[in-house]
């Protein structure tokens, strides 16, 4: 009995989904591709479904659906259907819809589109190997094909347990248009009968992927161009169940700087370790979101805008290229937007050196020269911490300087309440220098440093008594 709960929905209604494995911490591609779908359906009020594709017990695990689940939400992405919302093509996770599975597999076994495989996996590696060594592609050989019955009863009076392979019509060719990569011709002959349940009961992914994108009324996949290649024979499980398939756009993969997919050794780790550098979701998101497509607005977009700039006309073949330099960038973008109560936040650790009256100074005065966390702590351990030892150079520009010049400025800095501009008049009038001659011995004697945040915030939130005695080492 079939029962195939097809979603209540109008003709117009967007449906898109991400349907990642837990098998690992979720990387820059699979967040790019959750993103896509999510705006896809986000702009067009549609639906957007989150199904955890967990048929592989042995690599899934709970932790990583979790994580997973975690990682989605802090990219800022939600979903009105899935694991832990529910819906009403529940369950949303594949490990608990075997039943379901098993309904269509035995309509596939009936009316001959699918049929039992004996082969061991010693007997198909074999087949696989010969196969590459005649300088062909390996399919499978069709040995199952049509066994007849007794033959059946016999391998399993041997004690075979069969997995179910897709039996794939010789001759013919599916066709269809990727969203894209354009019109699509792949012929029935280079592709081997599939297996659609494997011999431990689970169902395998051609099979699962596509039923359930037609169950849960999906009418709209994007995913990475690793799968151009599997669609279709997600097609031909469709159209031998009677079910509808989607529209498929395979989005082109995100490669390094070297032009080699994306790993770690191109500085690009899962989603939650870049989180966990202080990035935040803003800039990911918009970088992420000019990977493989070129929308028509610039800038940094907040969600909603970002949804209505999506454009899938816009989704480019190109592999796209991941530039830890643009992150940055938008990164920097983003903690100057923050308020400094969201600044705070983010910058917790690092803001602990900082006493609370001078943290809104603090903020102010570092946030154009901040772009992670651990700069809010080095600027902190210069303006609260000990007094800077300077280099060589340093040391030489202070003493040219003179004592004097330190003399006046630690006056001035006492008397003022450290205001940068009566501490210059001080010292232009005891010394005659003015411009860089001025400005850069104060800021290395207070700072250690030759270059940083504006110096008049910066020492509005140094206690006077830090200044001063910064400046009056070197007024001896
Ligand atoms: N579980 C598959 C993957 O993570 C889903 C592919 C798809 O989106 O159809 O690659
Ligand atoms: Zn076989």
Redesign the pocket.
């Known amino acids: 009995m079939l029962h195939a709960k097809m979603a209540p929905m109008t003709e117009a209604t967007l449906v898109s989904?991400?349907?990642?494995?837990p098998t690992g911490a979720l990387h820059l591609g699979?967040a790019r591709?959750a993103l896509f779908n999510f705006l896809l359906a986000r702009r067009s009020g549609g639906r957007f479904i989150l199904r955890i594709?967990d048929t592989d017990a042995e690599r899934s695990s709970d932790a990583y659906l979790e994580a997973l689940v975690e990682d989605l939400r802090w990219l800022g992405l939600d979903w009105q259907e899935g694991p832990d919302t529910g819906g009403h093509s529940a369950p949303y996770r594949q490990s608990e819809r075997t039943g379901l599975y098993a309904d269509f597999q035995e309509r596939l076994l009936v009316t001959g589109a699918a049929y039992p495989c004996y082969c061991t996996p010693a007997e198909l590696e074999l087949s696989r190997r010969t196969q590459l060594a005649a300088g062909r592609p390996p399919r499978y050989a069709g040995t199952c094909r049509e066994l007849t019955a007794a033959q059946r009863r016999d391998r399993e009076a041997h004690g075979l347990v069969p997995t179910l392979r897709f039996r794939v019509q010789p001759g013919a060719e599916v066709v269809f248009d990727d969203i894209v990569h354009g019109p699509q011709r792949f012929a029935t002959d280079d592709i081997g009968d599939f297996i659609v349940r494997r011999a431990d009961g689970s169902a395998a992914?051609f099979f699962c992927?596509a039923v359930d994108?037609a169950l849960m009324g999906v009418s709209h996949?994007l995913?990475?161009e690793?799968?151009l290649a599997n669609t279709p024979r997600q097609l031909l499980v469709l159209k031998a169940l009677g079910l509808t398939a989607p529209t498929y756009g395979h989005v082109s993969m995100i490669v390094g700087d070297d032009g080699a997919p994306l790993s770690k050794r191109h500085g690009a780790p899962s989603l939650a370790g870049l989180r966990e550098r202080g990035y935040l979701a803003l800039a990911v998101r918009n970088h992420l979101f000019r990977l493989g497509h070129a929308p028509a607005v610039q800038g940094t977009l907040a969600i909603d805008a970002m949804a209505e700039a999506f454009d899938i006309g816009r989704l480019g073949r190109s592999p796209a290229r991941f530039d830890l330099v643009q992150l940055d960038s938008w990164q920097k973008e983003a903690v100057h937007g923050l308020t400094d109560d969201a600044f705070a936040r983010w910058a917790r650790a690092a803001l602990a050196a900082v006493p609370p009256a001078e943290q809104a100074a603090f903020i102010a005065a570092v946030r154009p020269n901040v772009v992670f966390p651990d700069d809010v702590a080095a600027w902190a351990r210069v303006v609260f911490g000990d007094a800077p030892s300077l280099s060589e150079a340093g040391v030489a520009v202070v003493r040219d300087a003179g004592g004097a010049f330190f003399g006046a400025a630690a006056a001035a800095a006492a008397a003022s309440g450290n205001d940068l501009a009566a501490i210059t008049a001080a010292v232009r009038e005891a010394t005659g220098r003015k411009g860089p001659a001025l400005y850069k011995p104060l800021r290395l004697a207070l700072t250690g440093l030759d270059h940083g945040p504006e110096l008049a915030p910066l020492l509005r939130a140094m206690p006077r008594a830090k200044a001063r005695e910064r400046l009056i080492r070197y007024a001896g």
């Open positions: 989904r991400f349907a990642p494995s699979n591709t594709e992914f992927n994108d996949v995913r990475g690793d799968h």
